[in-house]
């Protein structure tokens, strides 16, 4: 053991003259412990609900999507084909975006339609077959029904609940794209059969995304030989950057192609200045901490200005007294640091698996907390801990370092 260490140490476990210094010492590991353990705890819950959000999007929106630039999107078998091919890419199918009318007999209410390709995998719909889209085969129709059934629409839970339908239910989808009359424009009107329900977890898409056929939505908007653009689903999310850059070279700068970040780039930004913010916030706690060490340490300076002069005139250099002082300091930010992390994880381990903290489930669309506790998350709090509580060591430390003995002595 070092002389540094080993007088640090001392000064540490021996009980001071002054009980306010110990008290203070005290006070400063808890707040240290308090502020690292509440960081822990939120960055984790707030992790949680990145997580989370992000996973019930991902599970409905495209990981990336490739639009034209300019015009119609025609040739979308060819590049459906293409990127199909690519390792990585789970499906790849064309669909049709715009904004309808539905209508009851009593109610409406506005939304937003999707053409997909039902066959073509996994759509976006969760819980749900896409496979009830397609008209029933000839063999599975009803001999008394209409030859020509209606078409099947899938509905969010939300958007059916404000129409009133239900399963089985017959709806009325209204178009802007309608024909030309003599009494001007007319929009179309076509009837639909509401063949299954899904539920996302988010208000968002399950108050107002509803789903038909391709085929049906290109028959429905006049535009039978062009798309919206290609939604592309990945084995792998996190590989969306590298495969972004080469399915833009493949299918040339004619096209563009945006993953997910870039398509939910406003939320995701909100979450990251959220996360951050709160970082700060609460890193204040360990700052004020880190001002009470500062402050015990001034006051044991300050005390032990006879011993510091006579370790000076036993050969102790300067550079070894300031020493002493931030050494002490470390050990209360290691010893707070410590103990905050050990509750945060403890913390975060039974809110994990005993979810005691419940949230209304008609205000949220979950009814726990969720946690996600990454490591390097806990990494980075402790070490900021520790830097913070090192940075308050510096100027007690440079005033224990610039006493002179023959006056700390003299007037000692």
């Known amino acids: ?76 078998h060819r590049i459906v084909e293409k990127v199909a091919d690519i390792q990585g890419v789970e499906t790849a199918s064309a669909y049709i975006a715009t904004q309808v009318v539905l209508r009851t007999a009593n109610r409406a209410a506005g939304a937003l339609l999707k053409g997909i390709v039902p066959t073509s995998g996994n759509t976006g719909i969760p819980g749900v077959d896409t496979g009830s889209l397609l008209p029933p085969s000839s063999a599975e129709k009803d001999p008394q029904a209409d030859l020509r059934p209606a078409p099947g629409i899938v509905l969010g839970k939300q958007l059916a609940a404000s129409l009133g339908v239900i399963r089985g239910d017959s709806i009325h989808m209204i178009t802007p794209r309608g024909m030309l009359s003599p009494a001007g424009h007319i929009p179309a009107m076509i009837k639909y059969k509401v063949v299954d329900l899904f539920e996302s977890g988010m208000y968002e898409f399950d108050g107002s995304l509803s789903f038909v056929t391709l085929e049906q939505a290109q028959k429905m908007l006049r535009m039978p030989a062009s798309v919206s653009g290609i939604e592309i689903r ?70 032990k200005r006879r011993d510091i002069a006579i370790l000076k005139t036993m050969g102790a250099t300067a550079k070894s007294i300031g020493r002493i002082f931030v050494v002490k300091g470390v050990m209360i930010g290691l010893a707070g640091t410590a103990l905050g992390t050990s509750a945060g994880l403890i913390l975060c381990t039974l809110l994990e698996r005993y979810q005691f903290i419940k949230l209304p489930a008609d205000v949220y669309y979950i009814t726990s907390l969720p946690v996600h506790l990454k490591a390097m998350d806990v990494f980075t709090i402790a070490l900021c801990a520790i830097l913070i509580c090192l940075a308050a060591t510096l100027y007690p430390a440079r005033q224990a370092a610039a006493i002179d003995p023959v006056e700390a002595i003299r007037h000692g």
């Open 1 to 76: 053991m070092s002389f540094v260490t080993f007088v640090s140490g001392r000064y540490l476990r021996t009980r001071q003259k002054r009980a306010f210094i110990s008290l203070i010492t005290a006070l400063s590991v808890a707040g240290v412990t308090v502020g690292v353990m509440a960081l822990i705890v939120v960055i984790a819950v707030m992790a949680g609900f990145e997580a989370d959000l992000k996973s019930r999007i991902m599970g409905i929106r495209p990981h990336l999507v490739i639009t034209q630039k300019e015009g119609a999107l025609t040739d979308y």
């Open 234 to 303: 990945l084995e792998n999310l996190d590989r969306a950057d590298r495969l972004q850059e080469e399915i833009q070279q493949l299918v040339g700068s004619d096209y563009n192609v945006e993953n997910w970040k870039q398509i939910n780039r406003n939320l995701f930004s909100a979450l990251r200045l959220e996360k951050t913010v709160m970082f700060i916030i609460l890193a204040l706690i360990v700052l004020v901490a880190a001002f009470n060490i500062a402050g015990s340490l001034v006051m044991m300076v300050m005390e």
